[in-house]
């Protein structure tokens, strides 16, 4: 009965979702671990919930034995293909146990068990999010089958002194042939995807915590000796994310060990499995020499986010992959506040939407746009994607915003105590946030269904007679893959009304008896609606979106005169940058289509002008730093069709020269007035300055080339932090200096063999706006440092020059995507899960001008025909084409 052929890849769907037939309450496992060759034994406890036959998982496994309630099984009696197992034999209450080997080392897709580093230093550990369990051993894979799992590892000592899994230790040991034992329980039932074994050469750091419920708790972080230094960031970030949650959603930890390791083999950023979660070094590891500011903002946020999953997640998982959002966004969301609190709440807003239009946007506008929700899939790898985690994000924030702290948290309160150790789905959640309030959220749940950006349009009309302003807003989504009609959604809309003196005005909304303050927030569900205010003494300039409270893209017909007073005198840091970023968008527009006009730009210069050089004491330097700057090459490039990469990075760059032209000579004074009070300290002031210095530099060597260069290239040999060495060759290499190729030759010195700074030469490098970027994007691939293997290395390199060099991977002539689709073809062979990742470089190709979308084209067709492909990047393509 063994038939090992492939079968064709399914489609599943959301709709056809049925509870499983068989379930694994009890499952023990055992490993016998080695490099090469690791045996898992694993028993499982069976109930039969459906009489149909036992079918379990499995890809990828040499079944060694099989029993099943102690009798050894004849090959009649199962049926294996390339798929998993069947088992008509088994009963309600049975036990089977198979026998299988697996080969860490042979294990390039990094899903499963596998290696990481070397093969006689290296560590095994296990990445099972999101069908990985089934690469370990046969099993029902699906994220609604919860067992407890008791788990012993065996293996050489001296290879293995290291042994971690989920739970907490039960007990070690010495075999009688030498090697080690040791066991561990976790009492929570999981699914399979939250499994997690470590095994290897690896240091700890550890602290003791005490839970707000009187807990005591070992944290350990552990990593190999050569970073086990960097660790003990990530050890601070831990604590404040464990007692935020405590404050500020009543979440306690529940295990006596939180395990925590590093490696620099990781597909992802990090993977919250229980009581042992996993980190790709680029998340964990920092130290003041090497790590940026920026840097350590993302690993404290990434720190937290995993941590947080232990309620959103763990302790409440999904019931099936469709529900991914519901664990992802919740804590994607809970990740946000957290941050919010620990920084800037303006600077991290920013931050926020600007990754939601600069990736979430475009995947909603093109082949690969998917409902937060999807309703089918093929590959599910291919959903850890903007969608499913940032907007979804989006989501959760409007629901708590439409409850309000208070109410957002008897909500939650609800909801992890009505589903704590369940599988639930999304509408559990919104249940649980209605209920608690008294509240009907469904109509919310169209958020959930529906793929694309709703475009909100909005018209105002004053009548100087009645004094009323009537705001008209409609909605409009575009069609998307499968799903040609849309529907109108619940859209809340902050606004203010400003004055044009800046002053914020009093709100009287009709139909309301009393001023609503002078913020309010209109519900939009239908396709148009209006809003009429009443009692306003002249014209307003309106706010609208504030907060960007939610995910939509916005028109309003906005003259630079209004942009620029919502620059100037919006309170809210966050506005205040959007206001910038509408109105460099706006000169954009008008460069684009060829026009004389530039009020917008030179409104845009003279207002940051104006704020630059006022007393700025008021202004936090972060914020100032990221209003001078244009929108991002994607977001300006996604506002006319067809796309010319080329000509829109060329139309970016006239603006921000404008601006430097503008500041020209208040540059200098500035920049050695922040660079004097440089001390090298991590706070938030002092990150900020660092901030606002890193970009005056780069106007700087627009205003004064030869001037700025040789400013950088003073910052970059005397810098006392990575951030400031960072941006002064960023700002060399971008501007094309002479000085570039010095510094970047110091800097591959420098760093010799810390793979992580390495990245950033390599991304700084594959970055650069030139067309022979391509040439050296070729060079560096041969770089002892590089290897297609590793997934941080790939995006370094190939990630950066794809989606972040507008001008060489989309070089006329084709060469780029040439280039990019050979490599991908050769990665797909290694981690499928990478190459479908950097695929997703071309999903904008069908917006391309023609010569570069044929180019496009042909490259993606080059991948095509390449036999063999994975089903993840099959996935993508065939998407991306249809
Ligand atoms: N759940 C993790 C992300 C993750 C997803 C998939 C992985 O392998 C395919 C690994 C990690 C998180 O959200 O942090
Ligand atoms: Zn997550």
């Known amino acids: 009965m063994n038939d090992s052929a492939a079968q064709p890849d399914a489609t599943v769907r959301l709709a056809d979702y049925r509870p499983p037939a068989w379930r694994v309450r009890r499952v023990e496992l055992v490993f016998d671990l080695a490099v090469d060759a690791t045996v898992v034994t694993a028993r499982l406890h069976l109930q039969c919930e459906r009489d149909e036959p036992l079918h379990l998982d499995g890809e990828e496994l040499e079944l060694l034995d099989i029993s099943l309630d102690g009798r050894a099984l004849a090959a009649t009696e199962y049926r294996l293909d390339a798929r998993g197992l069947t088992i008509p034999g088994a ?9 299988v080997r697996i080969a860490p080392a042979q294990n390039t897709a990094l899903s499963g068990l596998y290696l990481s580093g070397s093969h006689d230093s290296g560590f095994l550990l296990t990445q099972c999010e999101a069908q990985g369990f089934r690469r370990i051993t046969f099993f029902p894979d699906r994220p609604d089958v919860l067992a407890q799992y008791t788990v012993t590892l065996r293996a050489d000592a ?19 042939d030498g090697r080690r034992w040791a066991r561990f329980v976790d009492p929570y039932p999981k699914p399979s995807y939250l499994f997690a074994l470590v095994a290897g050469h690896l240091e700890k750091i550890e602290r003791a915590y005490r839970t707000a419920e009187g807990r005591e708790v070992s944290l350990r972080i552990y990593a190999e000796a050569d970073a086990i230094d960097g660790c003990g960031y990530a050890m601070d970030a831990l604590e404040r994310a464990m007692r935020w949650d405590e404050r500020v959603y009543g979440r306690n930890y529940d295990l006596a060990i939180f395990n925590v390791v590093a490696t620099h083999d990781f597909n992802m950023g990090a993977m919250e499995n229980k009581g042992l979660n996993i980190f790709n070094a680029k998340y964990l590891l920092a130290d003041p020499e090497t790590t940026t500011d920026d840097e350590y903002r993302h690993i404290e946020a990434v720190i937290a986010h995993e941590y947080f999953h232990n309620w959103s997640g763990n302790r409440i998982t999904c019931r099936d992959w469709f529900q991914l959002s519901l664990k992802e966004g919740f804590t994607v969301f809970r990740e946000q506040q957290f941050c919010a609190d620990m920084q800037s709440a303006a600077l991290q807003r920013i931050d926020e939407v600007g990754t939601l239009r600069r990736v979430q946007f475009p995947e909603d506008a093109g082949p690969l746009a998917h409902p937060v929700r999807p309703a089918e899939y093929t590959a599910i790898d291919n959903f850890y994607t903007a969608t499913v985690y940032e907007k979804g994000a989006e989501l959760v924030r409007m629901l708590a915003g ?16 009505r589903h704590d150790g369940q599988a639930a789905t999304i509408e559990d959640l919104l249940a649980a946030l209605g209920e608690a309030n008294d509240l009907d959220l469904s109509p919310y749940l169209a958020w959930y269904a529906q793929a694309g950006t709703p475009c909100v349009t909005a018209q105002g009309d004053y009548d100087a007679s009645t004094r009323r302003y009537t705001l008209t807003l409609a909605q409009q989504t575009a069609p998307t893959a499968g799903q040609p009609e849309k529907s109108p959604l619940p859209i809340p809309v902050r606004l203010a009304l400003f004055a044009c003196d800046g002053r914020r005005l009093p709100l009287h909304l009709q139909g309301e008896p009393a001023s609503v303050g002078d913020e309010c927030v209109l519900e939009l569900t239908q396709r148009e609606q209006r809003f009429v205010f009443t009692d306003v003494d002249a014209r307003p300039v309106p706010s609208l979106l504030r907060g960007f409270s939610a995910p939509v893209q916005w028109q309003y017909a906005c003259s630079p005169r209004e942009l620029a007073l919502l620059l100037r005198y919006e309170s809210e840091g966050y506005d205040r940058w959007n206001a910038g970023q509408q109105l460099a968008a706006a000169a954009y527009d008008a460069l684009h289509a060829g026009a004389q006009d530039r009020s917008a730009l030179d409104a845009w210069c003279a207002t940051l002008a104006d704020l630059f050089e006022a007393d700025t004491a008021q202004l936090d330097p972060a914020l100032l730093a990221d209003m001078l700057a244009a929108p991002s090459a994607i977001e300006l490039g996604a506002r006319h069709d067809p796309l010319d990469p080329e000509r829109v990075h060329a139309a970016r760059e006239a603006i921000e020269d404008a601006l430097a032209i503008r500041l020209g000579e208040v540059l200098p004074a500035r920049y050695h007035a922040l660079r004097q009070s440089e001390s090298g300290a991590l706070d938030a002031p002092a990150q900020a300055r660092r901030r606002l210095q890193g970009r005056v530099l780069a106007l700087l060597l627009r205003a004064d080339p030869p001037f700025g260069a040789a400013l950088a290239m003073k910052q970059y040999e005397q810098a006392q932090t990575m951030t400031d060495r960072l941006a002064a060759l960023a700002a060399l290499v971008r501007a094309g200096a002479a000085q570039a190729e010095q510094a970047l030759h110091d800097f591959r010195a420098r760093y010799d063999g810390k793979p992580l700074v390495l990245d950033k030469w390599f991304a700084l490098q594959a970055q650069a706006p030139t067309r022979e970027a391509l040439a050296r994007v070729q060079l560096l691939a041969d770089d002892p440092a590089f290897s297609l293997h590793n997934p941080n290395r790939v995006q370094a390199l190939l990630g950066a020059f794809a989606r972040g060099n507008p001008v060489g991977f989309h070089r006329p002539d084709g060469a780029g995507y040439h280039y990019i689709a050979d490599r991908l073809i050769e990665i797909d062979a290694l981690n499928p899960q990478n190459a479908a990742r950097l695929a997703k470089a071309f999903e904008s190709w ?13 490259a993606l067709r080059e991948i095509e025909s390449h036999s063999g492909m994975s ?8 998407r991306m084409r249809d």
């Open 158 to 176: 001296a290879r293995f002194p290291v042994l971690l899994a989920g739970g907490g230790p039960d007990g070690t040991g010495t075999l009688p």
């Open 91 to 99: 009963r309600d209450g049975s036990m089977l146990e198979t026998r």
């Open 402 to 417: 439409r409850l309000g702290a208070l109410r957002f948290r008897r909500g939650t309160d609800l909801y992890f105590t």
């Open 846 to 858: 069908h917006r391309l001008e023609p010569q570069r979308r044929a180019a496009a084209l042909l």
């Open 871 to 878: 089903r993840d990047l099959a996935d993508i393509l065939a």
